[in-house]
């Protein structure tokens, strides 16, 4: 690969602008090309059965040259992996990605701006599935990824036994990542569902109810908020009764820390889609 080709298709010829197209049946069956790899080609390539494979089709990003196509090669050793192409910017990769079609991009997350080139081939590429290299085990960083739409993940002290092991499970489908990682989406999932929990319970109460209970939380008893309100104690605990019900707690301290959170994450603090006020 010459400076004046950023892009390169492994196993193949040149042809105009730095793209390349296979040569030879035998490149491709050792993984280096892009065309479909059938039973006449694996034979060719020395396998036993001679049955066709469904061949993985990887495309490798990332802006160290000499690590780039080291980890290439590297992969083209395996059998099931087609090796389609390597870039080292958001640029080339897209162009990339236009020229030859490609299953899993390897993206080194040490690039600069490495988030924003993920989404970037999502979006040009939707049915591509992007495995991150070198993530850093920081739960910012993980969720960064998991946002963008990463699907894999290889952490920065990954072997290449984890880095083949999690190219092959997103292939099928499946999700591959350390337990920390695992432990941190985890969490994040948790945390998403909480809050989708308290604001549907939140839109449930009355304007009255949510009135009330925010007059809970800054300390005013029923008797005061009756009073305030100008309506009968009884109303009041009736209202408290069913704000707390509808929010899943039996303590009026929590109800009001969870409507506050539920509104926070509201423009204006509007939460309700009730009418009428009793």
Same mark, same amino acid.
């Given at each position: 690969?010459?400076?004046? =080709? ?36 694996? #034979? &060719?390539? !020395? ?21 780039? &196509?080291?980890?290439? +090669? ?16 958001? %640029? %080339? ?46 739960? =910012? ?5 998991? %946002? ?9 002290? !990954? ?40 604001? !549907? ?20 008893? =029923?008797?005061?908020? #009756?009073?305030?309100?100008?309506? %009968?104690?009884?109303?009041?605990? =009736? +209202? ?39």
């Amino acid at each position: 690969m010459t400076d004046d =080709n950023p892009v390169q298709l492994w196993g193949s010829q040149r042809l105009g602008k730095g793209l390349r197209y296979p040569t030879s049946r035998a490149s491709r069956s050792f993984g280096y090309g892009w065309e479909p790899v059938g039973e006449a080609a694996l #034979a &060719e390539g !020395g396998a036993k059965s001679g049955l066709p494979i469904q061949m993985i089709r990887i495309f490798v990003v990332a802006d160290i040259r000499l690590y780039r &196509e080291g980890l290439a +090669h590297m992969l083209a050793r395996e059998q099931r992996f087609c090796i389609v192409g390597s870039a080292g910017t958001q %640029e %080339e990769v897209l162009s990339g990605l236009r020229a030859v079609r490609a299953g899993i991009v390897l993206l080194d997350m040490a690039m600069t701006g490495s988030v924003g080139v993920v989404r970037a081939i999502i979006e040009a590429a939707p049915g591509v599935k992007v495995v991150a290299l070198a993530v850093a085990e920081t739960e =910012n960083a993980i969720l960064s990824c998991a %946002e963008a739409g990463i699907v894999g993940y290889v952490a920065r002290d !990954g072997s290449v036994s984890d880095l083949i092991a999690t190219v092959e499970s997103v292939a099928r489908g499946e999700a591959r990542c350390s337990p920390q990682i695992a432990a941190a989406l985890l969490r994040r999932v948790a945390a998403l569902a909480a809050e989708r929990r308290v604001e !549907g319970s939140a839109v449930a109460l009355t304007p009255r109810q949510l009135e009330i209970v925010r007059l809970i939380g800054q300390g005013l008893s =029923n008797k005061e908020i #009756a009073r305030r309100l100008c309506i %009968e104690l009884s109303t009041v605990k =009736n +209202h408290v009764h069913s704000a707390l019900e509808k929010l899943g707690t039996h303590r009026r301290a929590e109800a009001a820390r969870l409507v506050q959170r539920g509104s926070s994450s509201v423009p204006g603090g509007h939460m309700s889609r009730s009418s009428g006020r009793t």
